[in-house]
């Protein structure tokens, strides 16, 4: 018999694992609802404790990367929001900064604000998603199952009802383009921003209350799924799956982009590294989202938001050659974008574009995270390293 | 240290260590595949880049030579670019290129960053490019039994696939 730590080095046979046992072999997925998607995990089984998990991706494959070679700059935008369905807002950003950084374009100031007030309530959405989902996951263990489910989506459609009210669509927005942006807000927008902000931080209050004085809800994160710092770092796991190993880094703080150079951002770690952890540091970072929401929505300054003049062709937007990669901190982590200009359409399309998800490197270090726990413990896991399948795929 | 600092090092880590002569403007450095893993164990062990952030490969045709003159005519090639990330502030990025023509194949980095194992899976399944000591380069995206690699330049995007292989 193997030690747990021996046993975590994934590219090792089955026979080296445990070579007595009579281990089972338990498909978890592709189509499992705690994947939140489509993903499948062999999970090797000695009685109820998995020795080895060996998982699959691709079900959701699009060829996304493949596409945006073939479409302009312009057209990518909504194309790019179906990667990362939960945030879209941070999908069409990413790739909106690395064209201006190659083409130069300097966004204006109001643009900015838009981007950072459109980043953060989209990451107050994301993790209220992801906190529903996770009550799902954990079923009775916050009150039933679904009715935390039920009280995060009421809170999350309030904030896709203030981004409907600005884009017109609730979901695959594209209301970004290269150089700023192309939905201007109101002053309506701020009133009602203002409101359902208010709301939300005392709604999350509640569900702090629903965790802290559970028993089951403790019982079954505390301890579980131990991710080690150095671990994640090496994994390229970045955003608060790192921060609750107590890696302290956030790119919103360490490399600022958008108006967060100016902005105070506070940065939560935890050292456990477990699933109680990582769902400590994400409530944390959605009470520093309405703080930073509230902070700036009353200081947008005037001005335009389209930094450069708008062309009527779908090719006026042009990259030369050269390469790039830009970033920001998406609620999972960096998400990325790196392309190399000069294809298609006379340089109108990516030669290569790349987007890093980080959704793809949390869902790698479930070789190393799953041995060891119980298969029910693999639910609560994959439920707190919060992998997007089409993120993951693409 | 600011980020410009933080360049500015990697920049003189390049030129003294790597000999690499200039770096072209709006473009990553470009070295020589035999410095690949050192670089990338230099910049991890000595100058603390713990974060694997990315790897990107790309295909590029040879080009044509329009004037028949035998100038400037590169032969077929896949382009890897690396990067890796300091944790914490300035959360600075060093990243570059290495160039190898279609049947070499580049080292890996999974011996200095577990995360290259995904990566580098897909990108020899998009592109094709094979990492040499990879303990696993099985396909990531793509069925196993796929044919060609789909982010080539010479897979057309309306490739036809039979839906019953």
Redesign the interface.
Known sequence: MLTRAARVDPHLDLETYDPGADLMALNLGPQHPSTHGVFRIKLYLDGEIIVKAVPYAGYLHRGVEKLCEELTFIQIIPVVDKNDYVSPMMNEQAIAMTCEAMLNIEVPRRALYMRTIFAELQRLASHLLWLGTFGMDLGGAMGGGASLFMHCFRERETILALFEEVTGCRFHYNTHAVGGNRHDITSKFSRDTKTTIEVIEKRIEEYVQIFSSNRIYRDRTQGVGVLDGDLAVSLGITGPLARASGVDHDLRRDAPYHIYGELDVNVFTESAGDCFARTLVRLNEMRESIRIVREIIDSVPEGPILGMRPGKSPTHIKIGAGQHYTCLESPRGELGTYIIGGGDNRGASAYRLKIRSPSLHAASCIPYVFPGHTVSDAIAILGTLDPIMGEVDR | MT?HEAQEQFVALLRERFGVAEIPD???PLIDARHHFELARVLKEEFDY?????V?A?HHLATADANNDGADVEAAHYEV?T?V?C???????A?W?VRIELDRAIPTLFP????A???ER?QYD?VGVRFDGH??LR?????EDWEGH??RKDYA?DTACSPWR
């Open positions: 980020g709006g473009n990553y713990r974060i694997y952030s990315f990107v790309s670019a990067g990330r944790v914490g502030a300035p959360a600075h990025l990243s290129r200095l960053f577990a995360g194992d995904w990566q897909e998009l303990p696993d396909r990531l995206m793509m069925p789909p982010l995007i």
